[in-house]
């Protein structure tokens, strides 16, 4: 994924979206290693923070939000929950790693997006794979592989492993919401009956 704002290039993790905090602020990395024998191993790792003395304007400008949420097994009838929350922000970006339990096709990946903004419907999607500007997947130079633009992309494709994901970044268009936000996608065109896994990253604006 190398993205506007998020993404890895030449072996470097990089972020630009803006983190105001009003007193204080704490950046960590954690390594989980998956072999329990390897001990305290040192691993060299070099940062670049880039920061302003500014105060934030509480009245003009909210703070960064990630909202994690993982489904091994998505419930037959049921949309995939990006989002649901109370309050007063901007949604600005999804990413999403699905992995279908069928191989041979990604028809979980058929499924509309609905997102309903202080009580109204305001979008209601027509597949999940427009949702990420990658309408007409599957075919030669279209979404049939890892792609990355500024603003949206394909992190992976492959029909024998049935597995998809894509990002978006919403900039121009991103979605405000005064009171509440409800945002979901289903997997499967009809019914969500395709089972999956899926796991996404909800980037917010509050």
Known sequence: MQSLLLGTKDNVNYSYFPMPFDSGAKIEIVYRSP???AGNNAIPVK???????????RE??????????SNFNAPTGEPHLLL?????????GTVLQAQGLEPGMTLFFEGDDVTTIDGE?????TGSEDYFNGGWYALLDRWDRKISLPLHGALDYSLPFSRTGGYRLFI???MPFNEEIHHTIEHGPEENNKP???YFNSLLLC
């Open 196 to 198: 999956s896994r899926l």
């Open 47 to 57: 940062g670049k923070i880039y920061f302003r003395k500014e105060k934030r304007d």
């Open 172 to 174: 121009s268009d991103k």
């Open 35 to 37: 072999d329990s024998s």
């Open 84 to 92: 649901k929350g109370k309050g007063k922000g901007h949604y600005v």
């Open 121 to 125: 419907v305001r979008v209601h999607g």
């Open 60 to 69: 003009k400008e909210g703070k960064f939000y990630v909202y994690w949420n």
